[in-house]
């Protein structure tokens, strides 16, 4: 079966440093990446997508992720976070099957971005 | 513009009632999602409905039913709650399932208390 992993459930960073939040997925078809994003108290919004194309993907809020099909791999990385990034981040990924596009999540990396 | 919206946003519940969790949608979207997210599982879907007059079982189904009452709406019932179903319910709309470049969108939950 079809499945997301993140490596890191919890991440606790201070301003200004770097971030890379790791995501594999195991599907060896075609497959459609998302970062999805939620903080405290609202909603799921995508953060970024990857369909084809340039496999360095730039979403909203200076993040950035990369497709890397060979080690089937689409962390999520951003050079400087804020503290408003706190936030719990989650990988996505689509298989076809059963005549739709299923949307797998992964566990969820939650992110405390201290000042 | 809205987007999905849920409601109730809190609810508590005893064991054994009974109580229907709402969704709309605003964007004129064919496909609309129930999911729950409970602590490092990420999102599993519960039911969806590709298009008006359809519905089907997702992941974990058991122990919900839903309604597509018209194109807006989704509802997810819950007969006789359990403390197992105490969650975050999320609703979720997207253009249309059967196509690969599929984005869903979320509505803000439902965290739901089952004692």
């Known amino acids: 079966a079809q499945s997301v992993s993140q490596h890191n459930h919890h991440v606790i960073l201070s301003e200004a440093a770097s971030l890379e939040l790791g995501c594999n997925y195991s599907?060896?078809?075609?497959?459609?990446l998302f970062w999805y994003v939620q903080y405290p108290g609202q909603h799921l919004q995508l953060l970024l997508k990857?369909?084809?194309?340039?496999?360095l993907v730039k979403g909203i809020k200076g993040f950035e992720a990369e497709f890397i099909k060979s080690k089937f791999s689409f962390n999520l990385r951003k050079p400087s976070v804020q503290w408003s990034d706190t936030a719990e981040y989650f990988c996505?990924?689509?298989?076809?099957?059963?005549?739709?596009?299923?949307?797998?999540f992964g566990a969820g990396t939650r992110l405390a971005v201290h000042p | 513009n809205a987007g999905v919206t849920q409601t109730p946003k809190f609810q508590v519940l005893k064991t054994g009632q009974s109580m229907t969790l709402q969704c709309a949608q605003d964007m004129n979207h064919n496909s609309m999602y129930w999911y729950r997210q409970d602590p490092g599982m990420g999102l599993r879907l519960i039911y969806y409905s590709a298009s008006e007059g359809t519905t089907d079982k997702g992941e974990v189904p058991n122990g919900y039913n839903v309604s597509r009452l018209n194109k807006r709406e989704f509802s997810l019932r819950l007969e006789s709650a359990a403390p197992s179903q105490t969650s975050v319910y999320f609703c979720a709309s997207s253009g249309n399932l059967a196509i690969a470049k599929n984005i869903q969108y979320f509505g803000a939950g439902t965290r739901l208390s089952v004692l």
């Open positions: 990857y369909f084809s194309g340039d496999p």
């Open positions: 599907y060896g078809g075609t497959v459609n």
């Open positions: 996505a990924v689509t298989s076809f099957s059963g005549g739709y596009n299923k949307l797998i």
